[in-house]
T-cell receptor
């Protein structure tokens, strides 16, 4: 069983479209994250949720909206896609209060044409 | 804000030899955690090793060890007996008390046969 799963793994779409990436973790973790990895491989945090509540919201355009229906899911919705949104998006999770590592999903590669 | 710097964008090593990847960070916090993650071509983020800042002893995991110099804010990764499967991007990462994980820019390691 995949601990942190993301769907879709690959997504190709046109500028201006709206798309969503789903993330689910079956580890019972309380904290979930979205990271963006750009074409130069740089990883930057976008959002962090604790038990469905937004904790961290880095400087991200408001076209990006995270949604957490329950603590096992953190979906990322992107409106009006732009060329610069092309990247690999990683979901991650960890237990609340745990001082260890994040557990990452396999990443979702988004290509905006 | 914390920053993590990896000064070596690319490195190469012959199979079976030893290589050291550098990482420095900047923080005003006293309690924090440091990690090295590996990202092979499959793009999965894999934890290599973890170091708690309050521990003076350097962490070791099989062929992987770190040289943690807290005063110098340095956290290098040594890979002994390099194997072809070690070829990957390596990311140094810093986690503060607020549980935000900040990554360095990465080092691309190529192990040559």
């Amino acid at each position: 069983d995949t601990a942190v799963s993301q769907t879709p793994k690959y997504l190709v779409t046109q500028m201006g479209n709206d798309k969503s990436i789903k993330c689910e973790q079956n580890l019972g973790h309380d904290t979930m994250y979205w990271y963006k990895q750009d074409s130069k491989k740089f990883l930057k945090i976008m959002f962090s949720y604790n038990n469905k509540e937004l904790i961290i919201n880095e400087t991200v355009p408001n076209r990006f909206s995270p949604k957490s229906p329950d603590k096992a899911h953190l979906n990322l919705h992107i409106n009006s896609l732009e060329l610069g949104d092309s990247a690999v998006y990683f979901c991650a999770s960890r237990p609340l209060g745990y001082t260890g590592e994040l557990f990452f999903g396999e990443g979702s590669r988004l290509t905006v044409l | 804000a914390q920053t993590v710097t990896q000064s070596q964008p690319e490195m190469s090593v012959q199979e079976a030899e030893t290589v050291t990847l550098s990482c420095t960070y900047d923080t005003s916090e006293s309690n924090y955690y440091l990690f090295w993650y590996k990202q092979p071509p499959s793009r999965q983020m894999i934890l290599v090793i973890r170091q708690e800042a309050y521990k003076q002893q350097n962490a070791t995991e099989n062929r992987f060890s770190v040289n943690f110099q807290k005063a110098a804010k340095s956290f290098s990764l040594k890979i002994s007996d390099s194997q072809l499967g070690d070829t990957a991007m390596y990311f140094c990462a810093f986690m503060n008390a607020g549980n935000m994980l900040t990554f360095g820019g990465g080092t691309r390691l190529m192990v040559k046969p």
